[in-house]
């Protein structure tokens, strides 16, 4: 007989079980409390859906069990997640940097694809259902649908419920509790991918730029982790994917002890001092302004200690080239997990088998995606993960 399985969760990760399930011949049925399948999917890559990274690898990505992750990706990893999406009928490109995306450049396409792979191999989709609990009953389980009062039988559940980032697209990390009385740790959830907070009061005038930079975040004066790309400056703090790649470490240290090191000229200090050699009597601002953009190029001046109308040739002095374009921001915080792409927490790495997602506490349970604390950055490593634990939970929840 086939195994009849039960899927909590028809997100990116909960979808992709379910597909893989179905394929192996498993008896699928597919709960979420949403409307329609991968609502929260419809949001990434601004719409665009980043479906994964070519360096999307284990050493990329924050976990309890790195070796265990790495046998993860070993099974399921990029090139057979974009081999299978080919198959389901979602043909993908890569941007220069490893940045994949489907051909369509459309999250609601992929979405209704999977959808309609769904139906197609006969898994029961089960919309607007609430799984409020969870129980082991005989050699299977039990699911209450709703409350108490209603239960379903099932052999095996694989719970891909989410974490609990942003929670109007119905990820609450509800089933959370449910997780740690089956016995599992539970780390709490707490914002993963978020913009940061900081002490903006010399940086006001900068509210609304935009550029790449180097930043490291900083404890006691020690580095913790470094990243560069895009940032974001706001009105109380700072954004974009180099920032909020950092946001999960933030909650792990005393906040007042948090420094955010920014480096605006990172790699570009030769330009900048060639021009001041070529220009030394023009403003340093306009040397500036060919590197950065004009609002900064206008704050740097006064930010490294100098006066506005500073010429160019300042620099050739005194080590000025070197300081320049470096800041530090006092760090006070994360916005909270209704403004974060991903919530960190959940089941740890090193209490599933790393090849199955199986449950090391609980026979015939596993867990995937958001609900297991594994962290990546942005870029596509976070769908990878989800489509990498939901294949490996799916295939192994199948087999009879």
């Known amino acids: 007989m086939a195994v009849e399985l039960a899927i909590v969760g028809a997100g990116a990760a909960g979808s992709l079980a379910a597909i893989e399930a179905a394929r192996q011949g498993a008896q699928v049925t597919l709960y979420d409390t949403n409307a329609r399948v991968g609502r929260k999917l419809l949001i990434t890559g601004n719409g665009r859906c980043n479906l994964s990274n070519h360096h ?11 070796h265990a992750l790495t046998h993860s990706f070993e099974v399921f990893g990029v090139e057979a997640t974009l081999a299978l999406f080919s198959e389901l009928g979602i043909p993908t490109y890569a941007t220069a940097d490893g940045w994949c995306y489907p051909r369509s450049d459309s999250a609601a396409a992929v979405a209704e694809i999977l959808t309609a792979r769904l139906d197609e191999l006969g898994v029961q989709v089960r919309l607007q259902t609430k799984i409020a ?5 005989g050699r299977g389980w039990a699911l209450a649908l709703g409350g108490p009062e209603k239960w379903v039988a099932a052999d095996r559940v694989i719970v891909a ?3 609990a980032a942003y929670p109007a697209l119905g990820s609450r990390g509800e089933l ?5 009385r089956l016995g599992h740790t539970m780390v709490p959830a707490r914002p993963a991918l978020a913009p940061l907070l900081a002490d903006m009061r010399a940086l006001q005038g900068l509210q609304g730029v935009r550029l790449d930079a180097a930043v490291t975040l900083l404890h006691r004066s020690v580095a913790l982790a470094s990243t560069r790309g895009n940032i974001l400056f706001t009105q109380s703090g700072l954004s974009g994917p180099a920032v909020m790649d950092l946001a999960y470490l933030v909650h792990r240290y ?12 990172d790699g570009q200090r030769p330009t900048l001092y060639a021009l001041a050699e070529a220009h030394p009597s023009a403003p340093l601002q306009l040397a500036l302004a060919g590197l950065v953009p004009l609002k900064l190029a206008h704050a740097l001046p006064e ?12 620099l050739l002095t005194s080590g000025l080239a070197e300081r320049i374009g470096r800041l530090q921001v006092r760090v006070t915080g994360t916005r909270g997990l209704k403004e974060a792409q991903l919530s960190s927490g959940g089941v740890p790495l090193d209490e599933l088998e790393p090849v199955t997602m199986a449950s090391r506490r609980a026979p015939g349970l596993y867990v995937c995606g958001e609900a297991v604390d594994v962290v990546g950055p942005c870029g596509g490593y976070n769908l990878q993960w989800a489509w990498t634990s939901g294949v490996l939970a799916g295939r192994a929840a199948a087999a009879k």
């Open 176 to 180: 959370w509790p449910v997780l740690a």
């Open 161 to 163: 419920c989410g974490g």
């Open 56 to 66: 999307a690898v284990a050493d990329r990505y924050a976990c309890a069990d790195a």
């Open 133 to 137: 609990d969870l129980r082991q009953q």
């Open 254 to 265: 005393p906040v007042e002890a948090l420094m955010l090191r920014l480096d605006f000229l």
């Open 303 to 314: 930010l490294t200690g100098l006066a506005p109308e500073a010429p160019a040739g300042a």
